[in-house]
Structure formats: structure tokens, C-alpha cells
T-cell receptor
Framework: DVKVTQSSRYLVKRTGEKVFLECVQD?????MFWYRQDPGLGLRLIYF???????EKGDIPEGYSVSREKKERFSLILESASTNQTSMYLC??????????????FGDGTRLSIL | QKEVEQDPGPLSVPEGAIVSLNCTYS??????FMWYRQYSRKGPELLMY????GNKEDGRFTAQVDKSSKYISLFIRDSQPSDSATYLC????????????FGTGTSLTVIP
């Protein structure tokens, strides 16, 4: 079974803090993704990566950055947290090279609250 | 208009009922179709993955794709309280780099 592990289930931070969300997958997948999920808005793609040290912007990258130094690990960084970044953050991974159309496998999410 | 439309519900059915969940889409380039189940406070879990029109069955679950109508369905037979969750449809266009398009999810409750 594919295992995508997010380091924290719940996180509370203060406005202006730099926040790191970590994600690790154990299936040697090339592709990794970060989403946020909000009621009524569904899943929105923040950033994704097809390979180590590669990253591409998704639909809502503003206020976020990412890091992929190793194939199995993909980090999401909130440079200066704001209250509108309170959300459920989901990490996902999928196999195959770019364009191979394989299903994504998700972690259990990090519920982040910014006070 | 969103590329993928999904009725958010909520949908409430008695145990044992047949459940029909649906998504419509506007982009004829979508070629791969998925259904995910998401329990409260958990991540989405892949249920079904299909390519092309037709039916695919897995136990009590049947995924149906009608490309001519741009319509996909998930049927759950003999529904159980453990099926209570949010169901998300997802689609991928052909050869565009694995970027997914998700529905917003339908909340289902199966009442014992």
C-alpha cells in the first residue's frame, strides 16, 4: 500500500510566523502535490513537483513556497502566515513520469489554524 | 463555469439503499476518471479509476463513464453506515502532466 505521511495532523500558529508542513511518501513516486481543502471550494492545487529540486506553481501559489531536496519528501512553506491560510492541507503523490495519468494517493492532511 | 460540477448534497439514505453519485464536466479532453472517498478528518482514499466510457465494478461499487454526455457516476449497492463519507470525483486530461481536476465532493450519510 502507498503510504503518504504528513508530519502533523493539527497545527496552530500565529500570524506572521514561518510555517513548515512536511510530507513523506514511501513508494518512490516521482510526482508530489500540495493542496488546500476548504468547505465549498474543494481541493485547490498550491504547488507540485515532478522530480527532485523541481517545482511548478498550481492554481493558488501566492504566500506559499515548496522544497523538494529528496525524492520522498516535499515540504510546503508558508513564508509569513496569515489568517486566510487557515485550512486543511493535503499532500499527494503519484507514480510515473509527467503525463502518465496515474491516480494520486493522499496523506491524512494537516489541519492548520493561524491565529 | 467550473470544469467539474458535483452536487455537494448532503445526501442521506437508509442502510441497504442503492446510492447514485454524479459529476458532470465540460472539457472533452478529460480521459481518466477517478472516485475518491474521504472520511471526516482523513485524506481522500482512491476508490475507482477508469479510462474510457463504460462500467467498472469493484464489489459493491460501480463506476460509470458516459463521455458523450460528459457525465460520470458512482453507484453503491447495499449501502452501509461505513459508507458515510464525502465522495470526490476527479478527472485528468490526456497528456497534460498529471494535473487533476476535482469536484467539490458530495457528503453521504447512510442511516442504520
Amino acid at each position: 500500500d502507498v503510504k503518504v505521511t504528513q508530519s502533523s495532523r493539527y497545527l496552530v500558529k500565529r500570524t506572521g510566523e514561518k510555517v513548515f508542513l512536511e510530507c513523506v511518501q514511501d513508494m518512490d513516486h516521482e510526482n508530489m502535490f500540495w493542496y488546500r481543502q476548504d468547505p465549498g471550494l474543494g481541493l485547490r492545487l498550491i504547488y507540485f513537483s515532478y522530480d527532485v529540486k523541481m517545482k511548478e506553481k498550481g492554481d493558488i501559489p501566492e504566500g506559499y513556497s515548496v522544497s523538494r531536496e529528496k525524492k520522498e519528501r516535499f515540504s510546503l512553506i508558508l513564508e509569513s502566515a496569515s489568517t486566510n491560510q487557515t485550512s486543511m492541507y493535503l499532500c499527494a503523490s503519484s507514480p510515473g513520469r509527467r503525463g502518465r495519468n496515474q491516480p494520486q494517493h493522499f496523506g491524512d492532511g494537516t489541519r492548520l489554524s493561524i491565529l | 463555469q467550473k470544469e467539474v460540477e458535483q452536487d455537494p448534497g448532503p445526501l442521506s439514505v437508509p442502510e441497504g439503499a442503492i446510492v447514485s453519485l454524479n459529476c458532470t464536466y465540460s472539457n472533452s479532453a478529460f480521459q481518466y476518471f477517478m472516485w475518491y472517498r474521504q472520511y471526516s478528518r482523513k485524506g481522500p482514499e482512491l476508490l475507482m479509476y477508469t479510462y474510457s466510457s463504460g462500467n467498472k465494478e469493484d464489489g459493491r461499487f460501480t463506476a460509470q463513464v458516459d463521455k458523450s454526455s460528459k457525465y460520470i457516476s458512482l453507484f453503491i449497492r447495499d449501502s452501509q453506515p461505513s459508507d458515510s463519507a464525502t465522495y470526490l470525483c476527479a478527472m485528468i486530461p490526456l497528456n497534460t502532466g498529471n494535473q487533476f481536476y476535482f469536484g467539490t465532493g458530495t457528503s453521504l450519510t447512510v442511516i442504520p
